[in-house]
């Protein structure tokens, strides 16, 4: 019973709609070091309402600049490509992502604006850290939650089962799998391997509740375990010790944080949640 489950979710991932044609090239051109700011332009004339977005994305208060971003170009030129990358990649999850999430009790937009304060988070964690690795934390921490989109329709049908494990101790992602036999953090990362993302995006989505779970687990694993955990931690409740529920010492050795450490980053989460939730609700 429980495989023939799975194979019905699995064939859910692929009819899932996949990003737009125009995201997924611009995403692609800004890649490529060569890449002039008139092929990106190019591409987004044949998709004004992508435009229109990225825009209005670039001139909100929190991602902003100084001065009013009015073109592809100038958003290219004063913010980079990374960025401007991260904006394209917003953008095309808000579709995906700005609607309510049966299973999970997720009202329209709350999905959305939690996966972007978790990206947030691993970006501010990285410079926190100081850590000085080429690395991308900011795709897999937007993305992370994606494999809800597909599994919560099948959690609302369990709903009851699989509430009745998670009172006892264990928690929703393993509930999920003793029930439906996947949890979406698995699910995410096979619709992001459906997608083409690369293998460490695709990896840092799978493990982004058990960090552990993975051999030889890197910074851009851990980073986006600790932004969500962090997340959590600061919108619920913490240990008496201001450390978060779910931090293990393998990881605490890995990113050589000190326990004490917790209680400056967590007060430091709540104001950066705060600010980007207002601030995504008046782009909504």
Known sequence: MKNDLLSQILLKVESLPSMPKAGARVLALLKAPDTSVAEI???LRHDPGLTTNVLKLANSAYFGMPSKVGSVKQAFILLGAKRLSQLVLTTCTCA?????????ESPPGELWR???AVATIAEALVKYKKITESMDVYTPALLHDIGKLVLGRYVKEEFETIRNIVVTGVTQDIAENMVLGIDHAELGSQILSQ?????DVINAVRFHH????????SNQIDIVYLANLLFHSS?????HK???????PALINRLNIKPEQFEKITEKVEPWINKISKELQRLS
Do not use: C
Not at 97 to 104: L, N, P, Q, T, W
Not at 195 to 199: K, T, V
Not at 235 to 239: D, I, K, M, Q
């Open 210 to 217: 058990n960090a552990d779970a993975i051999h030889n687990s």
């Open 96 to 104: 995906l992502m700005d609607k309510a999430v049966e299973g999970y």
């Open 242 to 248: 201001g450390q978060p529920v779910g931090l293990t």
């Open 235 to 239: 919108t619920n409740s913490r240990t």
């Open 195 to 199: 997608w083409s993302f690369p293998q």
């Open 114 to 116: 939690h996966s972007i």
């Open 41 to 43: 332009e190019k591409v």
